[in-house]
């Protein structure tokens, strides 16, 4: 396996383009979008020229890797078998970090501090002592939790996606887990909540127990 020669960087970066760390591909210390709604990481042509043993010419679907990818974030590494590659990806960042990397780890996101931590188990255990628990559904290119608008029931779609363009602003107030964070309506019709949502505040991601945390 190939050595790392840094950590990747703790910091995190709320943007209007989404939420964006650094991770190390290979060797490589590299831009990232966190985007637990895509089930398969996607990484960027420039970077895929950059690495050994990828596909000459990458197709826009998910593609099995000719040798395991071995992505550093917040823990020693994942060993990515599949990927999706995209021509390029907003503000120069180089991968589009999915399920298969977020959901194998539980990670503390504080937008206030604009830090990212990997959670040990024992932490872990006892978020329930100060934490409000927020289930989630993981589906096909979607992540979605239990709220309310005007005090009925609904669906809300957590976006998590890199974006070209701004989104547009939120215009909804949508209680999550009691808490009442801003959202929007979507084309569709759908109420959906960014990453902006939870600017200035701390959740956990526990996507291997199918759940977000309040914090």
Known sequence: MTGFHAPPSDRLVLAPSGLRAVAVARTIDTRVFLDPAAPVTGIARPL??????????????????????????????ADLRRARFVPMLPDEALLDLGRDVLGTVTIRLDLKADQVRGLAARDAARLADHATRIPVTLRNDALTLPGQLDGQAVTVRFDTAPHDQPPPPATLSVTIGGTILPGRRDADGAVSIGWDAFADRRLVLDLPHGAIWLD
């Open 48 to 77: 895929a020229r950059r690495l050994p043993g990828m596909p000459q010419a990458p197709d826009t679907g998910v593609t099995t890797l000719p040798r395991p990818l071995h992505i550093r974030f917040v823990r020693p590494y």
